[in-house]
């Protein structure tokens, strides 16, 4: 059986770039600020509290790992769950409600129908800037639930809109996205320990 080796050029220096990225973007975000998002969590959980995630494009996909990750990998045996749905997964709601209204409306309307005042409700926008996300904090603003944004890039509207911010200062789409994902598994296993400790 042959080895190959990876020669050395500009696929390396990509991938190397790319990692150096996301791992110097991580060790700027403060701690502090996960911390809280991990705070609320704990908080809807212990109010009996539902958690709704949402997010476009590819922050939809981490919506959906996210939601999969709080809802099964928290699991403690003799603890009531974590109750989570990311917002993005309905997908004949969703087009039902673009082709109806407009993709403004996607999230908005699904959290009126949903979300209660003890809830938490994630927007999760690279941008930070698009309008159903806005629309969607907004609603969930007006119904009474504690609201937190992972953004990224200048963090645009959504840092302003939302109770708690967690700030992945980059512009490039990939290394936000990815460093959501990392936080979204930190986020996860904090939850975990804690609910363990408890």
Known sequence: ???????????????????????????????????????AIRGAHARDGHVYILG???????????ACDLSKATIVEGR???????????????TAWANDTSYENVFAEQIQSLVNPRDLVIAISASGNSPNVLKGIDAARERGAITVGLVGCSG????????????????????????????????TRSIKEGLLGD
């Open 1 to 39: 059986m042959s080895t190959k080796f990876i020669k050395v050029g500009s696929t390396n220096a990509v991938l190397g770039d790319h990692i150096e990225a996301v791992r110097d973007v991580l060790s700027r975000i403060p701690v502090a600020d996960v911390e809280r998002v991990v705070d």
């Open 56 to 66: 476009n494009g590819g922050s939809a996909s981490t919506a959906t790992h996210f």
């Open 80 to 94: 009531s769950r974590l109750r989570v749905t990311s917002l993005a997964d309905n997908v004949a709601l969703l």
């Open 156 to 187: 645009g509207e959504l840092r302003y809109r939302v109770d708690i911010c967690v700030h992945v200062q980059d512009h490039d789409y990939g290394v936000v996205e990815d460093c959501h994902l990392v936080l979204e598994h930190a986020i």
